[in-house]
Structure formats: structure tokens, C-alpha cells
């Protein structure tokens, strides 16, 4: 008889470190926003599940930036609200315009009619010189109602029943008031104050383990020793060299002794940043008392084909261990699929049905194995996805532990008790250093601004140290100096550098970090190098490029010739990364372009798509409240319709898929206008990839006057 398949569920909860220490200011509000959406949601939705057991990976700064704004600390984004709109300048006015609709557009601002219309009064052109003209247009009531809903619109759900008065406002939509809006503010201090008591409780019930990271969340193999990322990465260009384990040393200490105190616990498991790991690393955390790691199933494999040992589908679904000159530590790793179905793919489905689904692919998983015991892990971010579900996720996360309550051949557990219980895990003989993306360390250190980053963080580094030894009795400045250091050495600065991820912020990313250093020198009396007050970042991740004239290509699944999609626009896919990153993108680039009677789209992928693909497209058009749906496949066939007529519709695939849909084929859909446009790719019956990832892009067909605008010589 086979045994029950135990799942562990790890959600990993983690903000970069936004406060400039030196003005006691956070530059950014997303501790704070997601504080107030996320965090205490995801542990209190368990009470009402107590067969549910949880992993939560909390990271250190995190928790430090929450207890940061208790004690009073606050954002540029929170002192832009409490002003008064009379008493804003231009300036502030146009920092409102830009920031304030920072939010997912579909889930939390469309669904609230006075949102939507301050949104759409501002219009997409979100550029400062634009809103130097715009915010003119806005009355002072206006205003405070954009002050009010930026902040209202991030408060999860549950909390509209803790703080009815939020419900009402939120009812009531607009005409608020200073005092209500600083109310809205209020509150959201009152919510950071519930989160840590929450995890606790729920730790010290045993109903969900706390793992930690290193504190300020380092690529510890890579501050151990970059030449690290050669062991992966053997063509990468290394011209300096960075070697600091008593930094990687002090990282995880830091952030063990700082749970421990918050949480009254020491954790003894940890998910390294990024699940970043080398052989060096796991004896680090093992000196430092931890009985478990986690990291990606990428890294299992390549450590089996180092060590020429035969890998075999079931291995993955065992936990494994490693040892190390300080004892040993056990090892799971992230079933890849599963948890990318619920960081990227689930916000789109049924809620019901996407819970169905995932319990179908777990006794998918099971059934095939041996009768012996197996583990599936999922991990993922716990905060960045839920925006793109409707009500916040609640309805999804509900439907699954409902049904994972219900399920005897699945038992939840944390990954402390399963590891702890496991007998006879498999050892691994030669551990492959690399991280949860491709196996490697290419996102922090594969691009030319990623070393340069690094390069100055050693020169600051070595200038520290210097001064160090001149001024040993000045304790204080040391320990800012050595603080601030610390938090330069986080690896979410060069999550941003590069062409891998790209966000509204990426300029604020840039100049946190290098202000991070500035501050070792501020604090130290040193004069600040010239190179610091230059931006790092020179790539312009330009993820949508706009059409610039009408195209008229042939529908054949082929370039025919080069200039036949010359002026179209573009989404280019593999800069579309955000806060989180999805592991494999198939289609890297969504073309689209127009005429003044059809409407077209294409798509590229590395591997080429052709005929025999066995693919299929499911394409939605939205425009307001209409939509329309086309299904097509790679054969050339368009077999399903929704609100649009077929006939005239084209679709072909011989190395990149083309698809002509004629306006008038459209059934509520007016053009010109804004329309919305998703695309899912189904393979083997089952979703393969969201086009975009998330939400929708949006597509703006002109008049015909288009061409005569955009004339160019």
C-alpha cells in the first residue's frame, strides 16, 4: 500500500532593504503596502484550517523595516499622502500622478469606479513632463481621493471586516476627507503591529515552521567568493576578485540571533537568498546550527550528473542531504511546475478549478512512484502574485487547503518535521553551486552593471576596512558603517541591473544602492567617490515599444521580407520580470501592428514554432466591458470564437506564428480605441504560458490618420 505524498508549502516573504539609514526615511513603500496586503493574511488564513501545516521564510530585514515603521519611521510615499492638496507643489502633485496608480490596474484598480476615472483622467503617458501639464487639470478633491485610494486599494480584504469604517470608504469611493484619509494611514500602522505576533502564535502552536535567510538577503556564495559563479558559469568575465566568507558568516548569524530574538525561537532552517548554494555555503549554515536548506530541483540534478550518478524522475521527490565539515545539513528542492502554477498561471483561472487542478497534478506526481515515502516541495514568493488574483487570492487559497483538508493521500507538513522524520535519505556526494534561476548566478552577476556593482562594493569594502584601522575606538561609526555595507551586499540591487527584470523603480533601485555606499563614506568622514554619484544602470529595458506606422503583412508563418514588420510594436517578453522571475520563457517577443482595416499579432520563439508544434493560442480581446475569443493552432486552424466572427481570420506557424483578424470580424469591440489583449498557450491539453504573464497588454488601434502623425523621412 503506498503512502500518503507528504507536501511542504514554503512562502517566502522578503523586501528589499528601502530605508536610507541616515535619514531615518524609507525611499519606497513596499514593506509597507504589502505589509497591509500579505503578510498577516497568509498565516491567519490557516485558523480556519487546522489540518494545514506551513512553512513561512521570513526574512530578517523584512521584519526589521515592519518594526521600523511601528516605531515611527515613514516613507516619502506616506508624507505625500498626509499633505494636504492645497499645500502640495507642483512637483508633489506630479510625484502623486506618477506613483500613485502603482498598483496592478485590472485587480485593484478597475473594480472602483472613482480609481478607475482618476486613472483614466491622468491618461497611460505617465512621463513627468507630461504631468507637469496634467496636474493641472486635477482639483484639489481629485487629488486627495488619489492620496486615499493609493493607500485603500493595498489593504487586503480581511481587513475590511477587522476595520469596518475601511469597508465603508471603500463603499463610498469618493469625496473623502483629511481626516479620513489619515485614518486610511492610521490603520495601516495598526495592521504592520498584528504581523509578528501572528507568526508567532501560529509557530508556537506548531501549525507553521519560520525560516529565515541571511539578513539583508545576500548571494552568499557569491559574497563568500565570486569566483563561485565560475563553476557554473564558465565563460563568465571576472577582472577582480571579491572573497569575504566572514561577511557571509556574519549575514547569517545576524539574521538567526535577530529572528530568535523577535520570534522568542531560533530557526533551523533556512531558504538562502535566492536559494543560493555551494559547497562552502552549506558549511557555513551548518556551523551555524542549521538542520535544513532548501533550493531549487535544478541544483539536485546538476549535483547528481557532477557526481555521475543516474538520475531517475523519482530522486527529485526525496529529500537529500550534504556534509559538510560542520555536520549535516538536509536538502529539498522546489518542484518547478507547481510552484510556478501558483506564482504565475493560477491568477487567471476559476478558483475551484485551479485547486482541483493542482491536487490532480500532485496524485499525477504520486501515482507513478514506489510504495516508499515522497515529498512534493513547493516554493515560492508569498506576497508578489496575489495582486493579480481577484480578491487578493483569498478565493484560491481558500479552495486548495479546503481541498487539501479533504485529501488522505496528502499530508502538508513543515519542512523541519518531514526532514526530521525522513530515514535513509540519499546523500549528495558533489553539491552544484547555482540558485533557483537557471542552476546560476547569472541574474546578480552575469551582466556587465551587475560587476560593476560589485567592483564598487569592494572598493567601499577595502576603504572601510582601511579606515577601520585608524579609528578602532570610534565604535558607533563602525558599527553604521559596517551596517550600511551589510546592506549594500543585498542581492536585490542587482536583480535590477541588466536586461533580466525591469520595474517602474528601477532608477530608485540604482540610487538606493549606490546611496547605501555613499553612506559608509558619510558616516565615515570620507570623501565620496565621483563614480557613486553615476548611475550604474545603462540598459533601457524597453519591454513595450509602440507601433510608428500601418504594416501589411502576409499570413504565411514566415518573415517573407524585411521591412514586413518594419514599424510594428512590440512586448519583448524577456524583459518582462518583475519582482518575481519566471524560470523559462517559450514565446520572447508579442509583436502587434495594424492597418486601417486589420488588426495583427506575432510571436517568436527561440526554438521556432512551427506547423507541428501542437500548439494552441487562446487569444481574448477586451475592450471596456466587451471581449471577444479566438482559438487557434499551430495547423493553421481557427477552431473556437467567442464574439467575433471567423471567416477572414488567418492564422499560420513556419518558424514564428502570425495571426490577421479584420476589425469588423469584432463584436462590441470599437476601434479606434484601447484594447486589452491576453494570450494563453495550451500544449498537450494543459496551460503552457501566459502572454504577458500577468495582466494584459494593451494595444491602442488609431484612426486612420495614424500614418500621417507618425510620417517620418
Known amino acids: 500500500m503506498k503512502q500518503p505524498l507528504y507536501l511542504t508549502l514554503l512562502w517566502h516573504m522578503h523586501q528589499p532593504y528601502y530605508k536610507n539609514v541616515e535619514t531615518d526615511k524609507f525611499i519606497l513603500p513596499w514593506v509597507r503596502m504589502h505589509g497591509v496586503k500579505d503578510y498577516y493574511d497568509m498565516v491567519s488564513i490557516l485558523d480556519k484550517y487546522p489540518k494545514i501545516r506551513q512553512n513561512f521564510n521570513l526574512v530578517p530585514s523584512l521584519i526589521l523595516q515592519i518594526e521600523e515603521y511601528i516605531n515611527g519611521t515613514t516613507d516619502i510615499f506616506m508624507d505625500m499622502t498626509r499633505k494636504k492638496p492645497c499645500d502640495l507643489n507642483e512637483d508633489e502633485r506630479v510625484f502623486i500622478l506618477f506613483n500613485f496608480f502603482m498598483a496592478n490596474w485590472d485587480t485593484m484598480i478597475f473594480p472602483y469606479p472613482r480609481y478607475k476615472y482618476l486613472l483614466k483622467k491622468r491618461g497611460e503617458n505617465s512621463h513627468p513632463d507630461e504631468l507637469k501639464k496634467t496636474h493641472k487639470n486635477f482639483t484639489e478633491q481629485e487629488i486627495r481621493d488619489l492620496q486615499t485610494w493609493f493607500n485603500l486599494t493595498w489593504i487586503d480584504p480581511v481587513f475590511m471586516e477587522i476595520f469596518p469604517e475601511l469597508n465603508d470608504l471603500k463603499h463610498r469611493g469618493e469625496n473623502f476627507t483629511e481626516d479620513e484619509k489619515n485614518y486610511v494611514l492610521d490603520r495601516h500602522i495598526d495592521i504592520l503591529k498584528m504581523i509578528i505576533p501572528k507568526y508567532s502564535q501560529a509557530w508556537k502552536e506548531g501549525r507553521i515552521e519560520v525560516s529565515t535567510t541571511p539578513f539583508y538577503h545576500p548571494i552568499l556564495p557569491l559574497i563568500y567568493d565570486v569566483k563561485t559563479a565560475k563553476a557554473c558559469m564558465e565563460c563568465l568575465p571576472l577582472d577582480f576578485e571579491f572573497s569575504y566568507p566572514e561577511d557571509a558568516d556574519a549575514q547569517i548569524k545576524k539574521g538567526l540571533e535577530y529572528i530568535s530574538e523577535k520570534f522568542g525561537r531560533r530557526p533551523v532552517g533556512m531558504w538562502p537568498?535566492?536559494?543560493?548554494?555551494?559547497?562552502?555555503?552549506?558549511?557555513?549554515?551548518?556551523?551555524?546550527?542549521?538542520?535544513?536548506?532548501?533550493?531549487?530541483?535544478?541544483?539536485?540534478?546538476?549535483?547528481?550528473?557532477?557526481?555521475?550518478?543516474?538520475?531517475?524522475?523519482?530522486?527529485?521527490?526525496?529529500?537529500h542531504f550534504v556534509n559538510t565539515d560542520s555536520g549535516r545539513v538536509n536538502m529539498v528542492f522546489r518542484n518547478l511546475k507547481l510552484s510556478d502554477l501558483i506564482g504565475f498561471s493560477y491568477a487567471s483561472w476559476n478558483p475551484q478549478e485551479a485547486a482541483e487542478h493542482f491536487i490532480n497534478e500532485l496524485k499525477k506526481i504520486k501515482?507513478?512512484?514506489?510504495?516508499?515515502?515522497?515529498?512534493?516541495?513547493?516554493?515560492?514568493?508569498?506576497?508578489n502574485c496575489w495582486e493579480y488574483y481577484n480578491n487578493d487570492g483569498k478565493d484560491f487559497l481558500n479552495a486548495l487547503y479546503s481541498k487539501l483538508s479533504e485529501c488522505p493521500d496528502i499530508i502538508t507538513s513543515t519542512i523541519g518535521d518531514m526532514t526530521e522524520q525522513w530515514q535513509e535519505m540519499p546523500v549528495i556526494k558533489k553539491l552544484w553551486p547555482g540558485s533557483w534561476i537557471n542552476h546560476d548566478f547569472h541574474i546578480w552577476i552575469g551582466h556587465e552593471d551587475d560587476r560593476k556593482s560589485w567592483k564598487l562594493l569592494k572598493k567601499t569594502r577595502e576603504a572601510l576596512v582601511n579606515w577601520e584601522i585608524e579609528h578602532r575606538a570610534e565604535g558607533d561609526k563602525l558599527k553604521r558603517a559596517w551596517?550600511?555595507?551589510?546592506?549594500?551586499?543585498?542581492?536585490?540591487?542587482?536583480?535590477?541591473?541588466?536586461?533580466?527584470?525591469?520595474?517602474?523603480?528601477?532608477?530608485?533601485?540604482?540610487?538606493?544602492?549606490?546611496?547605501?555606499?555613499?553612506?559608509?563614506?558619510?558616516?565615515?568622514?570620507?570623501?565620496?567617490?565621483?563614480?557613486?554619484?553615476?548611475?550604474?544602470?545603462?540598459?533601457?529595458?524597453?519591454?513595450?515599444?509602440?507601433?510608428?506606422?500601418?504594416?501589411?503583412?502576409?499570413?504565411?508563418?514566415?518573415?517573407?521580407?524585411?521591412?514586413?514588420?518594419?514599424?510594428?510594436?512590440?512586448?519583448?517578453?524577456?524583459?518582462?520580470?518583475?519582482?518575481?522571475?519566471?524560470t523559462e520563457k517559450y514565446i520572447k517577443r508579442l509583436s502587434y501592428g495594424f492597418n486601417n482595416d486589420e488588426l495583427y499579432f506575432r510571436m517568436d520563439s527561440d526554438e521556432g514554432i512551427r506547423s507541428d508544434s501542437g500548439l494552441e493560442i487562446d487569444v481574448k480581446f477586451t475592450e471596456g466591458e466587451n471581449s471577444s475569443r479566438l482559438k487557434f493552432n499551430t495547423l493553421g486552424r481557427v477552431f473556437e470564437s467567442i464574439n467575433v466572427e471567423r471567416e477572414g481570420v488567418r492564422c499560420a506557424a513556419d518558424g514564428i506564428f502570425e495571426a490577421a483578424v479584420p476589425y469588423r470580424n469584432f463584436k462590441g469591440i470599437k476601434y479606434p480605441g484601447e484594447i486589452k489583449f491576453t494570450a494563453v498557450i495550451y500544449k498537450n491539453g494543459e496551460e503552457f504560458e501566459r502572454i504577458p504573464e500577468k495582466g494584459s497588454a494593451i494595444i491602442h488601434v488609431p484612426d486612420r490618420q495614424f500614418e500621417m502623425y507618425n510620417w517620418k523621412v
Not at 288 to 311: C, H, P, V
Not at 367 to 383: F, W, Y
Not at 499 to 506: E, L
Not at 528 to 556: C, G, M, Q, W
Open 483 to 582: 551596517e550600511a555595507l551589510y546592506i549594500a551586499e543585498g542581492s536585490d540591487w542587482n536583480w535590477w541591473y541588466g536586461d533580466d527584470h525591469s520595474s517602474k523603480n528601477d532608477s530608485e533601485f540604482d540610487n538606493l544602492y549606490r546611496l547605501h555606499l555613499m553612506n559608509v563614506y558619510n558616516i565615515t568622514g570620507m570623501a565620496v567617490p565621483d563614480e557613486l554619484f553615476i548611475p550604474i544602470s545603462k540598459v533601457d529595458a524597453a519591454f513595450h515599444v509602440v507601433p510608428t506606422r500601418f504594416i501589411y503583412p502576409v499570413i504565411n508563418g514566415r518573415v517573407s521580407h524585411f521591412f514586413e514588420w518594419k514599424g510594428a510594436g512590440y512586448f519583448d517578453l524577456s524583459k518582462e520580470g518583475g519582482a518575481m522571475h519566471k
Open 367 to 383: 501515482e507513478p512512484l514506489p510504495e516508499e515515502r515522497a515529498c512534493v516541495n513547493v516554493i515560492l514568493d508569498g506576497e
Open 273 to 319: 537568498s535566492e536559494g543560493s548554494v555551494s559547497p562552502e555555503v552549506m558549511n557555513l549554515l551548518a556551523k551555524n546550527g542549521i538542520k535544513w536548506a532548501a533550493t531549487d530541483q535544478e541544483i539536485l540534478y546538476k549535483s547528481r550528473w557532477i557526481s555521475g550518478e543516474e538520475f531517475k524522475q523519482e530522486t527529485i521527490y526525496k529529500p
